[in-house]
């Protein structure tokens, strides 16, 4: 069965400094990899997806993420975060037949 | 605003009690997912309609039960209620039945039990 795991529980970042979320899958097959962002209070907003060709995908909100098949992830970048970006972050994957798998979230809090 | 309604947005009952929540999924969406998202659960995938018909079932209770009418809305009830089921539950729709598309969420009903 297909599987999502967000290494990290919670990370800290200073306003302005680069940020990276990482997600690692497990999949039978290529699968649709998805990233969203859930602030407090608010339903989860997509940020991007990757489906197919190129592995670097850009999303909304300046965030992008990058599909490394050999490394079986898809690791979340902005390289100047900003306040308003504090919120917990899903990756979650799905494909043909399968189930939506979420990940267990990464909460961000930023410094000022 | 991701086009998925859900109502009510809060709601406090006591053990026992049945309610029932409502999700109108984007135009044009023919798929709707319950979620059930607690701080010990993390987000649990309940059970998916596309199209009228039950598509996929996940961690869902015998007691709570789902359904989506012909004019795509979907209603999930809850019933025979437990403290341990407060939690927010999130309902999201996507244009069709496999999980290869993207999903838009609603911004849930928060449900209390006292």
């Known amino acids: 069965a297909q599987s999502v795991t967000q290494p990290d529980i919670h990370i800290t970042v200073s306003e302005g400094a680069s940020l990276e979320l990482r997600c690692n899958y497990s999949?039978?097959?290529?699968?649709?990899l998805f990233w969203y962002v859930q602030s407090p209070g608010q339903g989860l907003q997509l940020l991007l997806k990757?489906?197919?060709?190129?592995?670097l995908v850009q999303g909304i909100k300046g965030f992008e993420a990058e599909f490394k098949r050999s490394q079986s992830s898809f690791n979340l970048r902005k390289p100047s975060v900003h306040w308003s970006d504090a919120a917990e972050y899903f990756c979650?994957?799905?494909?043909?037949?399968?189930?939506?798998?979420f990940g267990p979230g990464t909460r961000l809090s930023v410094l000022p | 605003d991701s086009g998925v309604t859900q109502t009510p947005k809060h709601l406090i009952t006591a053990t026992g009690q049945r309610v029932t929540l409502r999700c109108s999924p984007r135009?044009?969406?023919?798929?709707v997912y319950w979620y059930q998202q607690s701080l010990d659960q993390g987000l649990q995938f309940l059970i998916q309609?596309?199209?009228?018909?039950?598509?996929a079932k996940g961690n869902i209770l015998e007691r709570f039960s789902a359904q989506q009418f012909p004019d795509l809305h979907s209603e999930l009830n809850l019933s025979s209620l437990e403290l341990g089921d407060s939690a927010l539950y999130f309902c999201?729709?996507?244009?069709?039945?496999?999980?290869?598309?993207?999903?838009?969420f609603g911004d849930g009903t928060r449900l209390s039990i006292l």
């Open positions: 979650a994957v799905g494909n043909y037949g399968q189930n939506f798998v």
């Open positions: 135009s044009g969406d023919l798929s």
């Open positions: 999201a729709s996507s244009v069709a039945g496999d999980s290869n598309q993207p999903q838009h």
């Open positions: 309609y596309y199209n009228g018909e039950e598509r």
């Open positions: 990757y489906f197919s060709g190129d592995t």
């Open positions: 999949y039978g097959a290529t699968p649709y």
